[in-house]
T-cell receptor, first 112, second 113 residues
């Protein structure tokens, strides 16, 4: 049973437009959420996080939104750039547990 | 500051063999986590070590084991390799507190023939 789901294996977006990556979770005990980005032949790198006490966190072109009632979070990238082409993973954890639970990833392709 | 390093980067083994992968965390990091990545499955958590103790364990069979040394370096061992063990194995280090950012190494690509 996947507790963190990224239902879109891939997403293609025009350069300059907004990219929206989605993530759903089933465990209501999750209270900390992260997004990581992964380029081929490299390990994932941390992008942005949000705790359950907030519903939005912004860092430059990246904004993460959290909807606790829907158990849904999304990552918005505005404007999208070619260097944003990568696989994006969302991950979640409980306050009492150090273990991160990961989604399967969404491959984002930014078209020039 | 040097990043997380993993050796070897690529490995080819045959079924039934065993393999040991190594991970050197960022200096000062006390937590090392291991993950298996296969296409379409995301990152599957194997285990996490903190101060030489296994603090968390995922749902992998006992063929997968690990350990951490006093300098925080960690090794992962897989015995009696199966074809399905072919994957990218990633390790990540962090300071070890809740919600600390994990920093990943480049991974070891294991192919089992």
């Amino acid at each position: 049973d996947q507790q963190v789901k990224q239902n879109s294996p891939s997403l293609s977006v025009q350069e300059g437009r907004i990219s929206i990556l989605n993530c759903d979770y089933t465990n209501s005990m999750f209270d900390y959420f992260l997004w990581y980005k992964k380029y081929p032949a490299e390990g994932p790198t941390f992008l942005i996080s949000i705790s359950s006490i907030k519903d939005k966190n912004e860092d430059g072109r990246f904004t993460v939104f959290l909807n606790k009632s829907a158990k849904h979070l999304s990552l918005h990238i505005v404007p999208s750039q070619p260097g944003d082409s990568a696989v994006y993973f969302c991950a979640a954890s409980e306050d009492s547990n150090y273990q991160l639970i990961w989604g399967a990833g969404t491959k984002l392709i930014i078209k020039p | 500051k040097a990043g997380v390093t993993q050796t070897p980067r690529y490995l080819i083994k045959t079924r039934g063999q065993q393999v040991t992968l190594s991970c050197s965390p960022i200096s000062g990091h006390r937590s090392v986590s291991w993950y298996q990545q296969t296409p379409g499955q995301g990152l599957q958590f194997l285990f996490e070590y903190f101060s030489e103790t296994q603090r968390n364990k995922g749902n992998f069979p006992g063929r997968f084991s690990g350990r951490q040394f006093s300098n925080s370096r960690s090794e992962m061992n897989v015995s009696t390799l199966e074809l399905g063990d072919s994957a990218l194995y990633l390790c990540a280090s962090s300071l070890g507190q809740l919600a600390d950012t994990q920093y990943f190494g480049p991974g070891t690509r294991l192919t089992v023939l």
